[in-house]
Structure formats: structure tokens, C-alpha cells
């Protein structure tokens, strides 16, 4: 059983960056596609970066395309979102969530099903 726990969350200013992690625990890190969700108060959850299980391909949502970063250590059990440029509307609950994925190199689409989630780390963007 993969548990993903996620930390880095904060409030910020609009124009700063901030690193979000992602720690696995559980065997067989290197088989789990990741990706990185948000909800927004009163907003429907959405996809914001995955990275393939072996970290060579990735995919962003088209608002934080140049802005954001996804990354994996498979050595270590963990994945990043570096957020660069934020805005207020960045402002959400993220949450780090793994599939299952034997096809290297492979990126799932955002509303593919993912079969663990973490509990999420608050991030608000505030001036």
C-alpha cells in the first residue's frame, strides 16, 4: 500500500516561488505515474502536473505552464512541484496522487484514475 504525504505549503506573495513535496512510502516507487491536483474554495478539483514513473516525460495544465515544475526521485520516494511566478488564483489545497504504470514513459491525462492521494498542503497566494 503506496501512502504519499505531502508538505511545503504556505502563504506567499504574488511573483514568489515555493517547493511542494511529495514523500511515498511503500515499496516499488518507480512503477507509480505522479501527479499534482489542486482545489480551490467553491472549485472543482483539477490537474495541475504528472511526470511518468520514470521522470523522463511530463504534462502541465495550460495555467501554469512555464511556471510550474514537476520532478520524481525514485532513489529517494518523492516528487516536487516547484512553483515559480505564483499568482492568487495558484491559491488551493494541493494534493500528490500515484497510479500504477507499467509503460514507461507513459503520462496519464489528468482525468485518469489515480489510486492514492495525500491529505494535501494549503498553499495561498496573498499580497
Known amino acids: 500500500q503506496l501512502q504519499l504525504v505531502e508538505s511545503g505549503g504556505d502563504l506567499v506573495q504574488p511573483g514568489e516561488s515555493l517547493r511542494l513535496s511529495c514523500a511515498a512510502s511503500g515499496v516499488s516507487f518507480g512503477v507509480y505515474a505522479i501527479g499534482w491536483f489542486r482545489q480551490a474554495p467553491g472549485k472543482e478539483r483539477e490537474g495541475v502536473a504528472c511526470i511518468s514513473n520514470n521522470g523522463r516525460n511530463t504534462n502541465y495544465a495550460d495555467s501554469v505552464k512555464g511556471r510550474f515544475t514537476i520532478s520524481r526521485d525514485n532513489a529517494n520516494n518523492a516528487a516536487y512541484l516547484q512553483m515559480d511566478s505564483v499568482k492568487p488564483e495558484d491559491t488551493a489545497v494541493y494534493y500528490c496522487?500515484?497510479?500504477?504504470?507499467?509503460?514507461?514513459?507513459?503520462?496519464?491525462?489528468?482525468?485518469?484514475?489515480?489510486?492514492?492521494w495525500g491529505q494535501g498542503t494549503q498553499v495561498t497566494v496573498s499580497s
Open positions: 496522487a500515484a497510479r500504477v504504470e507499467y509503460y514507461d514513459d507513459y503520462v496519464p491525462r489528468f482525468n485518469e484514475r489515480y489510486d492514492y
